[in-house]
C-alpha cells in the first residue's frame, strides 16, 4: 500500500473514527497499564464482574483452613478466574487472579510453583510463584511483602487441540491429560510435549485414535510413575457419538483406568473427574450424582454427597476439600443424579473418615469449579488482588518482584 493511501484512511478508536492520530496514540499510551491485564495476558481482565467474587460460608470453613494452616488455590474455568482463600494475622483473605478458562492445577512441592493450565486456544501452562522481597531500587521502597502473592514467573504455549484438563507431576515431570487426544502427554520446560500414556481401548482399528475427543480422559491420578497412575474417563469405547454430543450415554458409564494395564480396573462412575491417589486409595468425584467417594475393589464406594456437580479435590491432614459446581443447563443430561436446579458452586472441606462436611464456602453468583490445591500458608497467602475490598498498593509489587533467596535474580551483571 502506498504512503498516500495509508494516510488517506480513517483513523478508528473503538469501532469510531478519530479526529487525529494524536488521539488515537494517547489511547494506545493508556493501554495496557492493569496489572491484572498483564499478567494474564488478557485485554479485559480489569473488567471483573465484583458479583462473581462475592461469598459466603458455613459451618467451621475458616476454621479449618486456619487449623490446617494451608492457603487454597481454586479455578473457576467458565468465569476465568483463579482464587485463593487463607487465614492470616489479619484474618481470612479471598484473593483473585484473571485467567483465560483455568482448568487443572498441580503444585510442584519442590519449589512451591503452582502451574496451572488455561484452556482457551491455543492452551497455556502457567507457572506461578510466591514474590517474598522487592529488588533493590533507588526510586522505590524496598519492602518484604508480608502476604508472599502468588504471581506467573513463566507461561507455556500449546496446540488448543490437546484440550488439556489435568495436570500432575509424575516422577518430577509434568504431564496434563490431553482430552483431545485421548492421551496423556508429558510438557517440558520449552513447551514442548510427547504423549507418553493412552488405554488400550483406543486401539480399536489397529493402531491408537488420536484425532479426536473419543472418551473424555480427564484426570490424572499421580503415582510417582505412569505405571503406578490412575486415569478418568466418561467411557471406554470408541463410539458414532462422542462425550460432547447431547445423546452420549453417561449413566454409569464412566471408568477408571490402570496405568500399568492401559485396562479399566473400576466402573459404574457418571462423568467422573478429579481422580486423585490419597494413602494408597483411589478416590474420585463422582460428578453426575454429586458424590466423592473412593474406589474399592473395582466398585465406587461413596464417602458424602454435595449440593452440585463434584470437581475439585485435594487431601490435606484427613481433610478432602471438594468443589462442587452449577450444570450449565445444556449438559443437564450429563447429571442424572442431581436436582440441578439446586446445584451450588462452592468449596466444602470433608472429613474423610466419617464424611462430614466441616465448613464450606459458596459463591452465590459462581459457576463452575475445575481444581483445587493447597500450599503452605507460611509460604504464600494466595493472589496479588483481593477479592474482600481490601485496597492494597500493588505498583511497587509489579515493579520490582523478586522470587527465590537473595542474590538468586537482579543480581548478575
Not at 493508556?30 to 481482565?45: L, P
Not at 533507588?138 to 504455549?157: G, T
Not at 510435549?193 to 485414535?209: A, D, F, L, Y
Not at 473400576?266 to 473427574?273: K, M, N, Q, S, V
Request: charged share 20%; aromatic share 8%; glycine share 10%.
Amino acid at each position: 500500500m502506498a504512503k498516500n493511501e495509508t494516510r488517506d484512511q480513517p483513523l478508528a478508536l473503538a469501532g469510531k473514527r478519530v479526529s487525529s492520530p494524536e488521539e488515537l496514540w494517547s489511547h494506545h499510551n493508556a493501554e495496557w497499564r492493569d496489572a491484572a491485564q498483564v499478567v494474564s495476558q488478557w485485554h479485559g481482565a480489569d473488567l471483573i464482574d465484583p458479583q462473581l467474587l462475592e461469598f459466603t460460608v458455613a459451618g467451621k470453613w475458616w476454621q479449618t483452613l486456619d487449623e490446617q494452616g494451608i492457603t487454597l488455590v481454586v479455578s473457576r474455568e467458565y468465569e476465568h478466574l483463579l482464587l485463593s482463600m487463607s487465614v492470616g494475622s489479619s484474618g481470612p483473605a479471598v484473593n483473585f487472579m484473571p485467567m483465560p478458562h483455568p482448568s487443572g492445577i498441580a503444585v510442584d512441592r519442590r519449589t512451591d510453583t503452582v502451574l496451572v493450565a488455561s484452556t482457551r486456544n491455543p492452551n497455556q501452562i502457567y507457572d506461578l510463584a510466591a514474590v517474598n522481597r522487592l529488588t533493590e531500587r533507588l526510586d522505590i521502597e524496598p519492602e518484604h511483602p508480608d502476604d508472599q502473592p502468588l504471581i506467573p514467573v513463566r507461561s507455556r504455549f500449546l496446540p488448543g487441540c490437546l484440550y488439556m484438563h489435568d495436570l500432575a507431576l509424575i516422577g518430577g515431570e509434568l504431564h496434563a491429560n490431553a482430552v483431545g487426544h485421548n492421551a496423556v502427554v508429558k510438557v517440558t520446560a520449552q513447551g514442548s510435549w510427547q504423549r507418553v500414556w493412552w488405554p488400550k481401548c483406543i486401539e480399536g482399528k489397529g493402531s491408537p485414535e488420536f484425532g479426536q475427543n473419543y472418551i473424555q480422559l480427564n484426570s490424572i491420578a499421580a503415582g510417582e510413575t505412569l505405571d503406578r497412575s490412575f486415569f478418568s474417563a466418561s467411557g471406554d469405547e470408541i463410539m458414532e457419538l462422542r462425550p460432547g454430543h447431547e445423546h452420549y450415554p453417561v449413566d454409569k458409564r464412566g471408568v477408571i483406568f490402570s496405568g500399568a494395564s492401559r485396562e479399566v480396573i473400576a466402573t459404574g462412575l457418571t462423568r467422573p473427574h478429579s481422580a486423585r491417589l490419597h494413602e494408597d486409595r483411589i478416590w474420585v468425584d463422582n460428578s453426575g450424582y454429586g458424590e466423592l467417594g473412593l474406589i474399592e475393589a473395582g466398585e465406587f464406594q461413596l464417602v458424602t454427597k454435595l449440593p452440585g456437580w463434584t470437581r475439585g479435590l485435594c487431601f490435606h491432614q484427613g481433610i478432602a476439600f471438594v468443589g462442587t459446581s452449577r450444570v450449565i443447563p445444556r449438559f443437564s443430561q450429563y447429571a442424572p443424579g442431581l436436582d440441578v436446579n439446586a446445584s451450588i458452586c462452592g468449596v466444602h472441606a470433608v472429613d474423610i473418615r466419617s464424611g462430614e462436611v466441616l465448613g464450606s464456602i459458596f459463591w452465590p453468583s459462581g459457576n463452575q469449579i475445575f481444581a483445587i490445591e493447597w500450599l503452605e500458608r507460611s509460604k504464600t497467602s494466595g493472589f496479588a488482588f483481593s477479592a474482600t475490598g481490601q485496597k492494597r498498593d500493588r505498583k511497587a509489587l509489579f515493579y520490582a518482584f523478586a522470587i527465590g533467596q537473595d542474590g538468586d535474580q537482579g543480581e548478575g551483571e
